[in-house]
T-cell receptor, first 114, second 109 residues
Framework: SAVISQKPSRDICQRGTSLTIQCQVD?????MFWYRQQPGQSLTLIAT?????????ESGFVIDKFPISRPNLTFSTLTVSNMSPEDSSIYLC???????????FGEGSRLTVL | RKEVEQDPGPFNVPEGATVAFNCTYS??????FFWYRQDCRKEPKLLMS???SGNEDGRFTAQLNRASQYISLLIRDSKLSDSATYLC??????????FGDGTTLTVKP
């Protein structure tokens, strides 16, 4: 298993601003993922954070809106840029147990945009 | 059509009941399958992996039918603490996990 720390755990932000969410893992991992869970909905993959290269984004998500950093094998950040109320959601960092497909999640960052 | 579809629920059952959740997936190239549990305002946590041979963990039994692209989760002797949302998750060989919308279970005394 992996221990994943995310911060902030929650934030209330003004429209048009940006917020950076941090994810720290207690061990080196190859695959780190960022998910979004909108109110009452399931999880949607935003992107895969690759160490040493650009993140791989899923359809409907772009780097300008959700820039991601992955400076090493234990840390990643997700920025939600130029926020609007539609970005209000829980953002979850996740890591995969190698070769199993099993995922461990951080506790999530609950974002409210006014 | 969604890649992973689950019973919409909600399921409201009395303690001690047996309840079954169903899930279908559309990508025949899917390689691995899981059930996760998500409590209110918490992150999802792995409940169990699902194998073609079926697997059991205490009161929980998971089954996979690759021919029908169908996954199930059976909970026997339901406890109040089983109340949660259960997420069906399918993983392709490209390492991408797709989540179902979840089925909410409420176990009542």
């Amino acid at each position: 298993s992996a221990v994943i720390s995310q911060k902030p755990s929650r934030d209330i932000c003004q429209r048009g601003t940006s917020l950076t969410i941090q994810c720290q893992v207690d061990s080196q991992v190859t695959m780190m993922f960022w998910y979004r869970q909108q109110p009452g909905q399931s999880l949607t993959l935003i992107a895969t954070a690759n160490q040493g290269s650009e993140a791989t984004y899923e359809s409907g998500f772009v780097i300008d809106k959700f820039p991601i950093s992955r400076p090493n094998l234990t840390f990643s950040t997700l920025t939600v840029s130029n926020m609007s109320p539609e970005d209000s959601s829980i953002y979850l960092c996740s890591v995969e147990v190698p070769n199993t497909g099993e995922l461990f999640f951080g506790e999530g960052s609950r974002l409210t945009v006014l | 059509r969604k890649e992973v579809e689950q019973d919409p629920g909600p399921f409201n059952v009395p303690e001690g009941a047996t309840v079954a959740f169903n899930c279908t997936y559309s990508n025949s190239a899917s390689q691995s399958f899981f059930w996760y549990r998500q409590d209110c305002r918490k992150e999802p946590k792995l409940l169990m992996s699902v194998y073609s041979s079926g697997n059991e963990d205490g009161r929980f039994t998971a089954q996979l039918n690759r021919a029908s692209q169908y996954i199930s989760l059976l909970i026997r002797d339901s406890k109040l603490s089983d109340s949660a949302t259960y997420l069906c998750v399918v993983n392709t060989n490209a390492g991408k996990s797709t989540f179902g919308d979840g089925t909410t279970l409420t176990v009542k005394p």
